[in-house]
């Protein structure tokens, strides 16, 4: 589908915002990794196709806290602290549930699209 | 958007954030941390354009704060209603022999404490739904009356309970309950003056009781209708009441007036309260 290039970043934005706790937490998979670390995993998976507003990825990974399947804490390296998100065994199921609802929905809309 | 730097959009963003606190330093931290991150590797202007507009993520930001501030404020509003049903326990066994309540302060005290059982399970209920997902600010105002009606009852309970029955006690035990519901109180009032900042509409969220507790139990609880819960409740309730003064030796006549006075005591919690309260909506 070609891009419009007036609203290109909100209408990906929109389409997305149902689905960036799972997305956190399937680049949470691979390891643990600050913000910005994060914001970089989504963006090399999705091919740059995920267009995403990055400060967005903040309030997502305080809601994943707050519902247990993140944990984060202050860390230093590199002579710089930053907050470091690991996920916990509760995000791992998360994870894998997303994966199952995602599978499901997206062949549900490929039968009605075609 | 025009060239920004890094500097400028971390001002604009923090004259945006409604919440203060430790939650707002350390977003505004971890904001900065990226932001200078992503300038050093792809330029000011990218870095600040790709972070998205101030004013929206200061409003996701300040919506996961009012959430969770909701449900912590409900946690607190559960601890405050139990230390008053302890309190109020220690008071009325510390009552003066022999003491019987005026029937007034007797009522009060029956429907306040009903109040805030089932207010605070209502808020309960709603808070542990919604622990996981977003939380619109029209929702966590709607948890926020419901702990603020359910502290509010249970501290007509204490007062109801101290006036019908007055008499010595430990004052620790009995000031124990109006201690937390202070402290609730505040979590409340802070939880609903940041969702008020947030929420434009004013409109009054509804919430169907039975179908947070379907989500929450995954059992197959019946959907109903404000009229038809509204019949179900005062039915149960009423022969409740019936049954309990039966089984305390009391008169069929005198039974089924009190069954009349909690029966009438639902109906207008149901009429004054429920839509308030999001049981119901026009």
Redesign the interface.
């Known amino acids: 589908m070609p891009r419009p290039s007036m609203y290109s970043h909100g209408v990906r ?1 929109d389409r997305l915002r149902g689905h960036l706790d799972g997305l956190l937490l399937a680049v949470l998979a691979d390891g643990p990794g ?3 670390e994060l ?1 970089q995993r989504l963006t090399r998976g999705s091919g740059g196709e995920l267009d995403v ?7 997502a990974l ?2 994943l806290e ?4 993140v944990a984060s804490a202050w860390s230093s390296g590199a002579g ?1 602290r ?2 470091i998100y690991r996920m916990t065994s509760a995000g791992r199921r998360a994870a894998q549930a997303s994966r199952r609802e995602w599978r499901v929905f997206s062949a549900a809309v490929d039968r009605v699209l075609g | 958007m025009n060239a920004k730097t890094v500097d400028q959009y971390l001002t604009e963003l923090s004259a945006a954030l409604h919440a203060r606190g430790a939650a707002r330093r350390r977003f505004l931290r971890e904001c900065g941390d990226h932001l200078a991150d992503a300038a050093a590797e792809r330029g000011e202007e990218h870095a600040v354009r790709a972070f998205g507009p101030p004013s929206e993520i200061a409003a996701e930001f300040d919506a996961e704060v009012a959430a969770r501030r909701g449900l912590r404020s409900t946690l607190a509003t559960l601890a405050g209603v139990l230390a008053t049903a302890g309190s109020t326990l220690v008071l009325i066994h510390a009552s003066s022999p022999g003491a019987s309540a005026p029937a007034a302060w007797a009522i009060t005290f029956f429907v306040a404490a009903q109040v805030a059982a089932v207010t605070a399970a209502l808020a309960l209920v709603q808070a542990l739904v919604l622990r996981r997902s977003t939380m619109p600010a029209a929702e966590v105002l709607l948890l926020s009356r419901r702990n603020g009606c359910a502290l509010m009852a249970a501290g007509m309970t204490m007062v109801s309970a101290g006036a019908a029955l007055p008499g010595r006690g430990s004052a620790v035990l009995i000031l124990a309950g109006p201690a937390l519901v202070g402290v609730a109180l505040v979590a409340v009032l802070r939880a609903r003056s940041l969702a008020r900042r947030l929420d434009g509409s004013g409109a009054l969220a509804a919430r169907p009781p039975l179908e947070d507790l379907r989500r929450l139990t995954r059992l197959p609880v019946p959907s109903l209708d404000a009229g038809r819960l509204l019949l179900v409740t005062t039915f149960v309730a009423a022969a409740a009441a019936f049954v309990r003064d039966r089984g305390e030796r009391a008169a069929v006549s005198e039974a089924l007036v009190t069954a009349g006075i909690e029966a009438a005591a639902v109906i207008g919690c149901f009429l004054l309260l429920g839509r308030a309260l999001g049981v119901w909506h026009r």
Not at chain 1, 53 to 59: A, D, F
Not at chain 1, 66 to 69: L, Y
């Open positions: 934005a600050h913000g910005y914001g507003p990055e400060g967005s990825l903040y309030p305080h809601r707050r519902g247990g399947f710089r930053r907050r």
